[in-house]
């Protein structure tokens, strides 16, 4: 059972595209040049993401004796965020993405089964995720029920790598990119939610896991959705005037085409039809 927030259903699809879809664009912008550019994808949807250098901190020792500013992506307070009130969100809760070449447990993954097997293990070893959402006048409270059924497998999509994304020593694992961009074919598999609208105009999102091994993954988001007001591009023509075929509305539209000699829609075919019908209902 859902929570009241609306939350894009495990098999439904937003502007056309499912969740393993909508990850894999999301895989894409994580792997880009500038991931901590503004989120802003199309317009339509922000995509939002975890504290990516979580293995630095493992490699500096047990996370549990860092501070813990370190060990949580921080997008609350003066690094808020501000989208449009329509503007669906994007939330990767627990994610494993392997490619083609990379190492994988002594070996370089070489296949798309291959892929597939690393990305499930990984998360299928998993110990917690978590999703919650409060605002001025609400606590923290879970954005769905059950966070198990929103467990999502991308199709093989292309990854482009860029040489200068600033997190790729934390998260390639030894992958060596060169000085140029790489494309490679990649799977993802992981917990994902859409959240199509906020229930208020600022919310703190949370979210994160505890994955396999010391993968651990934190993040907190303040957002406020603000009126983007924009003309819209079209107008509805239904309902005016257009006796006149040289009429033009606005935006340079003309009147809806008339077209002449045309046979009626209640010729003789519809009228035989329409009488023998009534004729058959007076029958005793």
């Not at 595209?17 to 912008?29: D, I, M, N, R, V």
């Not at 859409?194 to 303040?222: A, M, V, W």
């Amino acid at each position: 059972m859902m929570n009241q927030f609306d939350v894009l259903r495990p098999e439904g699809n937003f502007r056309g595209l499912s969740y393993g879809e909508w990850a894999a664009l999301w895989s894409k912008w994580l792997y880009s040049d500038d991931p901590d550019r503004t989120e802003i994808f199309d317009k339509h949807m922000i995509f939002l993401r975890g504290n990516l250098d979580y293995y630095r901190f493992a490699a500096e020792g047990d996370i549990a004796t860092l501070s813990d500013a370190k060990t949580f992506y921080n997008r609350t307070g003066d690094k808020a965020v501000v989208i449009c009130k329509d503007t669906a969100i994007f939330l990767p809760i627990l994610t494993a993405m392997y490619f083609i070449g990379r190492e994988y447990e002594g070996s370089a993954l070489s296949n798309e089964i291959q892929l597939r097997l690393a990305a499930r293990k990984d998360n299928d070893m998993s110990r917690a995720i978590w999703a919650t959402i409060e605002s001025s006048t609400e606590a923290a409270r879970p954005i769905v029920e059950d966070l198990t059924q929103f467990r999502f497998e991308t199709p093989v999509f292309n990854l482009n790598i860029s040489h200068v994304n600033p997190y790729l020593k934390y998260i390639l694992d030894g992958y060596s990119v060169g000085d140029e961009e790489s494309e490679v074919s990649a799977v993802c598999d992981g917990y994902f939610l859409i959240l199509k609208s906020l229930p208020s105009e600022c919310c703190r999102i949370q979210f994160g896991g505890k994955g396999r091994g010391n993968y651990n993954t934190d993040s907190l988001y303040d957002i406020y959705a603000a009126n983007c007001d924009s003309p819209i591009g079209v107008t509805d023509i239904s309902n005016q005037d257009n006796t006149n075929p040289t009429l033009i509305f606005r935006n340079g539209s003309a009147g809806i085409p008339r077209h002449e000699r045309l046979p009626s829609l209640f010729g003789d075919a519809y009228l035989s039809k329409k009488t023998k019908t009534s004729s058959n209902k007076q029958q005793p």
